[in-house]
């Protein structure tokens, strides 16, 4: 059984390698982006992937969708700090294919999640399960808690803005920009730059018609 770790964060792929290690019959290799991920994937379809989504350059729900479609054998597990309900929701639905690891998961939930990948069942922590159980309370404005900075750099994000560009009209570091973005995506609870333009828009962070122009 082929794994491929498709996480940029150096200690995760140690731990999740040296988790891998001590599994009978299983053969890991770390992939650095998409475009190598899907030629491993051309070799050996019927594989494991372990993403971290967040990180990952895959832009949205809509490319895994594709992703599943085009790799129907190969399963999925998205082994993040964070992914919202929403997201989870959605993912859910597309099929049994994924799986949803969240970075608190102990080891014997880590080791569980494999385990079932490897069955072709589908695996939800713990941790996830209570969040998706929990009754949703409606967002409002006074929630996300921006600073005047982030909702800067939110209505940036929202106008197609890469955060190398964002840096460049703030005169900040790449480093700095893209912490804040982190910041801003975690107090929204999204996953990604479509995401958060919409909870913008509807939160009035970002107003509609300047959006649309």
């Known amino acids: 059984m082929f794994v491929y770790l498709a996480d940029r964060q150096d200690i995760t792929r140690a731990g999740m390698m040296y988790i891998l290690s001590g599994m009978n019959d299983v053969d890991f290799r770390q992939t650095e982006d998409k475009t190598e ?24 729900i809509e ?21 919202s309900t929403d997201f989870v929701k959605r993912l859910i639905g597309i099929g049994p294919q994924y799986s949803i690891l969240l970075k608190d998961s102990s080891l014997r939930e880590i080791k569980e999640c494999i385990t079932y990948s490897i069955r072709c069942q589908r695996y939800i922590c713990q941790h996830m399960t209570e969040l998706l159980l929990t009754p949703e309370k409606q ?11 982030e909702t800067e750099i939110l209505k940036d994000i929202a ?22 973005r982190k910041n801003i995506f975690h107090k929204l609870g999204v996953n990604n730059v479509h995401e958060a333009t919409k909870y913008a828009l509807r939160s009035g962070l970002v107003d509609a018609a300047e959006y649309y122009i």
């Open 37 to 60: 991920l899907i030629f491993q994937l051309k070799e050996h379809p019927d594989s494991i992937v372990i993403i971290d989504y967040t990180s990952f350059d895959i832009n949205d």
């Open 63 to 83: 490319e895994l969708e594709v992703l599943s479609l085009r790799f129907p054998q190969t399963r999925w597990i998205l082994f993040c700090t964070e992914l």
């Open 139 to 149: 967002i409002t404005k006074e929630d996300f808690k921006l600073t005047r900075t």
């Open 159 to 180: 106008m197609g803005m890469t955060t190398k560009e964002i840096a460049e009209k703030r005169f900040s570091s790449f480093h700095t920009v893209n912490t804040h």
